[in-house]
């Protein structure tokens, strides 16, 4: 079985870092895509980045771009989420997923896409 789990989240001052990780295993497909998504309450839960697992492709929402990189190592299953310059906007719970075949809506963010899911870590950004 495809089992996902993220960890790494916590309470932050605004500008703080925090990095988190998806741990991956049960994967046997070629290709795939890991993407991290995030969810606030009260909102719609939304594509933060991904990668894809054949050319290490990435994606970031522009929300995002310049503050957080996303990269994998691959010997460890583990995909992570390197997030600085951190505001308090960036507040949701953040899920890690998996999309067995990669498809260009994945590869944007669609968090539909994704057919694996681990459970949730809290970011908290204090202003």
């Known amino acids: 079985d495809v089992q996902l789990q993220a960890s790494g989240g916590g309470l932050v001052q605004a500008g703080g870092s925090l990095r988190l990780s998806c741990v991956a295993s049960?994967?046997?497909?070629?290709?795939?895509?890991i993407g991290w998504f995030r969810q606030a309450p009260g909102k719609e839960r939304e594509g933060v980045s991904c990668?894809?697992?054949?050319?290490?492709?990435?994606y970031y929402a522009d929300s995002v771009k310049g503050r957080f990189t996303i990269s994998s190592d691959n010997a460890k299953n583990t995909v992570y989420l390197q997030m600085n310059s951190l505001k308090p906007e960036d507040t949701a719970v953040y899920y890690c997923a998996a999309d067995p075949f990669p498809t260009i809506a994945a590869m944007v963010g669609a968090y539909l896409e994704y057919d694996y899911w681990g459970r949730g870590t809290q970011v908290t950004v204090s202003s």
């Open positions: 990668i894809r697992s054949s050319d290490s492709s990435t």
């Open positions: 049960g994967f046997t497909f070629d290709d795939y895509a």
